[in-house]
C-alpha cells in the first residue's frame, strides 16, 4: 500500500514538473529566439526533476522537453529548425531520425546525466549545496554539448549553409556557441537551481 502511494505521488510530480515545462516552453521565458537558433531556460526544471525525483524522472521530463523544441521548431521555425523539426527535413528518412535525435534524443540525456551525477555525488557525501550547483551546470551544459556537437557531426554541411560560412569554419562556430551561450546558460541553472532544489528538500522534510 506504502509503495502505491509512492508511486502516485512520484507520478503526480513527475507530471508538474511536465506541467511547468510545457508552460515555459509556451511563453517568452522557456524558448528564448535567437538570430540563429532558441536559447531555453526549459533544461531547469528537467534538471531539478532528475535531482529531486531521480534519473528516470529526468529522462522522461527530458523528453518532454525534446517533444516542445519539437514542436516549437516546427511551428515556429528559425534558421536551424531542419536540426530539431522532423518535419522540416531537408535529407529525407535519414534527416528525421537526425532531428529526432538532437530534438528528443539529447535532451533525454540531459536528466540521465544530471538525475546519475546527483545521485553520484551524494553517494560521496558531498556537501549539498556544492553538489546541487556542480549537478546544475552538468546538468545545463550537457544539453549544450549534445545538441551543438550532434549538429555538427549529423548537420554541418546544412549548418555551413544557414550560417553561409565555409565548412572548415563550422567547428569554430560550433566552439564559440559552447562557449559563449552554453557556459553562461550552465552557471545560470546553477545558481538557480541549488536554492530551487533546497527549498524542495526543506519542503518535502516539513
Known sequence: MKNKKN???????????????ILLANTPLG?????????????????????TLGPV????????????????????????????S?????????GVIKAL????????????????????????RVNQTIS???TGFVGSI??????????????????AAAKQVAISGVFKLIMATILGSGIPEALAAAVIIAPICRAIFKNLKS
Open 101 to 124: 535525435w538532437i530534438s528528443v534524443g539529447c535532451r533525454i540525456l540531459i536528466g540521465l546525466v544530471a538525475g546519475c551525477v546527483w545521485t553520484g555525488l551524494k553517494g560521496l
Open 57 to 84: 524522472a529526468g529522462a522522461i521530463l527530458g523528453g518532454v522537453f525534446g517533444l516542445c523544441s519539437l514542436v516549437s521548431n516546427t511551428m515556429a521555425p528559425s534558421l536551424l529548425s531542419f536540426a530539431f
Open 31 to 51: 524558448m528564448i529566439q535567437l538570430p540563429i537558433i532558441k536559447a531555453t531556460t526549459v533544461h531547469i526544471p528537467v534538471i531539478v526533476g532528475a535531482i
Open 86 to 94: 522532423p518535419f522540416l527535413s531537408t535529407t529525407g528518412l535519414v
Open 142 to 159: 550537457t544539453n549544450t554539448i549534445l545538441v551543438m556537437s550532434s549538429i555538427y557531426l549529423l548537420f554541418a554541411q546544412q549548418y
Open 7 to 21: 508511486n502516485t505521488r512520484w507520478s503526480v510530480q513527475v507530471a508538474l514538473m511536465a506541467a511547468i515545462i
Open 132 to 134: 546541487l550547483v556542480i
